[in-house]
């Protein structure tokens, strides 16, 4: 049987860095609430889940309404266009103003391009006689 000796000042170094890293990977985030400009990162994924629950949820609304309520669509698609910038500046803490602004470009354009999709199936429903056979309380 071969021992190893180790130096008791490498043990007491290795025990440091060791701890040191436990501390920076789980320990500093429960000191980041002093620094100024700390992000909490449970008030940041509260925020996220109430932005895209909003965003589903005015999708769905906006969606609805140019099948069943065309007066509507416009504010809808309003208060869903005001929900990508919405998204994009949640981002800004995180990724810097840039990001935030290209992310609620992309966002604002995909729910731009969406539109296009909408009419087109409502010509292909309209066309195929599928909506008349919908009966009177599914179609307004």
């Not at 000796?5 to 609430?33: E, Q, S, T």
């Amino acid at each position: 049987m071969h021992v190893v000796k180790i130096d008791r000042r490498l043990l007491a170094l290795l025990a440091l860095v060791g701890a040191l890293g436990l501390l920076a990977a789980y320990g500093l985030p429960l000191f980041r609430d002093s620094e100024p400009g700390a992000i909490d990162p449970v008030a940041f994924q509260k925020t996220m889940r109430e932005l895209w629950t909003d965003h589903m949820q005015w999708t769905f609304l906006t969606v609805n309404a140019f099948f069943h309520n065309p007066g509507a669509v416009q504010a809808y698609l309003n208060r869903l266009l005001q929900n990508q910038q919405e998204i994009g500046a949640a981002f800004v803490p995180f990724y810097g103003q840039e990001t935030g602004q290209r992310l609620a470009g992309l966002l604002t354009t995909h729910i731009q391009q969406a539109v296009p999709v909408l009419q087109a199936a409502q010509a292909d429903l309209l066309s195929a006689g599928i909506i008349a056979q919908f009966p009177e309380r599914f179609v307004r």
